[in-house]
C-alpha cells in the first residue's frame, strides 16, 4: 500500500527532473506571485492584473520574433511592453476623460491581438501555444535562474513597500493627502505586477499566468481577515495546487498550466461555499 501510494505521488518528482523542474518553478513563482495577489484583490485591481498579463504578449512576441524562444529576449520584451500599458493607461485616464479601467482594458485588447497576430504570422501554431499557455514541464536552467531572481527582487521590495501598501489598501485617498510615497508605492507596485507576469508567462503562459497570482489571494480572504494568514493561506494554496496540477498532467496526461488552474479553480469553489469569512455556506 505505501509503495503504491509512493509511486503514485512522490515517485514522478524523485524520478524525473523535468518535473522537479516545474515543482520547483511554480514553488519560486508561488513566492512571490500570491504576496502580489493579495494585494491586488485588497486594492481591487485583480482585473488589472488579468489586463497586464495580456499586455506583455506584444513584447514577448517581438522577443521572440527578434531571437526566437529566447529567455532574455522575451523577458525584457515582455517587461518593456508591460510597463508601456501601465503608464500610457495611467497617462490617457489623468488626461483625458476616460477612466483608468476603460484606457487600461482598451491597451490590453490591443496589446493582446497584436502579440498574437506577430506570433501567428511569423510562428506557427505551437510557437503561439507555448507562448499563450506556457511550458511549465520544459523549464530549463535559465528558466529557473530567472524566476529565482524575479522572486528574490520582488520580496525585498515587497518588504521596502510593504507600509505603503498596508495604507494604501486601507485608506488610498488620505495616504495620498499626507505622504510622497503614495505614487512611489502605486508605480513600484505596477513594476513588481509586471515581473511577476513576465515571470509565470515562461511557466504558464499569458493566459494561465495571472491565474496563480489572484485565484490564491482570492481563496485567502474566504478563509482570513488578516494579512498575515492571508499571505500564509494564499501561499499554501498556490503550491498545493501546483504539486496536483502538475500530479494530474503526469498520470492523466493533461495540459499543465489548465491543470493547475483548474485545481486552484476548484478550491476557490469549495472555499466560496464554506469558507468562514463570507462562503455562502457558512454560519458566520
Known amino acids: 500500500m505505501i509503495s503504491e501510494l509512493y509511486s503514485l505521488f512522490i515517485e514522478p518528482f524523485s524520478d524525473f527532473s523535468f518535473m522537479q523542474r516545474a515543482l520547483w518553478g511554480c514553488i519560486v513563482l508561488s513566492i512571490s506571485a500570491t504576496p502580489i495577489g493579495v494585494f491586488l484583490t485588497l486594492r481591487k485591481m485583480s482585473l488589472t492584473g488579468d489586463a497586464m498579463a495580456h499586455a506583455i504578449l506584444p513584447g514577448a512576441a517581438i522577443g521572440f520574433l527578434v531571437a526566437g524562444v529566447s529567455i532574455t529576449a522575451m523577458t525584457i520584451g515582455g517587461i518593456v511592453a508591460g510597463c508601456l500599458v501601465a503608464i500610457l493607461a495611467g497617462v490617457v485616464a489623468r488626461h483625458s476623460n476616460a477612466e483608468e479601467d476603460s484606457s487600461l482594458a482598451a491597451f490590453y485588447l490591443l496589446s493582446l491581438a497584436t502579440g498574437v497576430l506577430i506570433i501567428s504570422a511569423k510562428g506557427s501554431n505551437m510557437d503561439l501555444l507555448h507562448v499563450l499557455f506556457g511550458s511549465v514541464l520544459a523549464l530549463n536552467n535559465d528558466a529557473l ?51 511577476n507576469l513576465v515571470a509565470g508567462f515562461h511557466a504558464l503562459g499569458t493566459l494561465m499566468a495571472v491565474g496563480l497570482m489572484i485565484l490564491p489571494a482570492a481563496i485567502a480572504r474566504f478563509w482570513s481577515e488578516k494579512l498575515g494568514a492571508m499571505l500564509i493561506i494564499a501561499f499554501a494554496t498556490s503550491v498545493i495546487s501546483s504539486y496536483f496540477g502538475l500530479f494530474l498532467s503526469f498520470h492523466a496526461s493533461f495540459a499543465t498550466s489548465p491543470a493547475i488552474v483548474l485545481v486552484m479553480g476548484s478550491i476557490y469553489i469549495m472555499s466560496l461555499l464554506f469558507g468562514r469569512h463570507g462562503g455562502l455556506l457558512s454560519n458566520n
Do not use: N, Q, W
Not at 150 to 173: N, W
Not at 182 to 195: D, K
Open 145 to 195: 535562474i530567472l524566476l529565482t531572481s524575479i522572486a528574490t527582487i520582488s520580496l525585498l521590495a515587497l518588504a521596502v513597500l510593504y507600509r505603503p501598501l498596508v495604507f494604501e489598501c486601507v485608506d488610498p485617498a488620505f495616504f495620498r493627502s499626507v505622504s510622497k510615497l503614495s505614487s512611489v508605492a502605486h508605480y513600484g507596485f505596477l513594476l513588481l505586477v509586471v515581473l
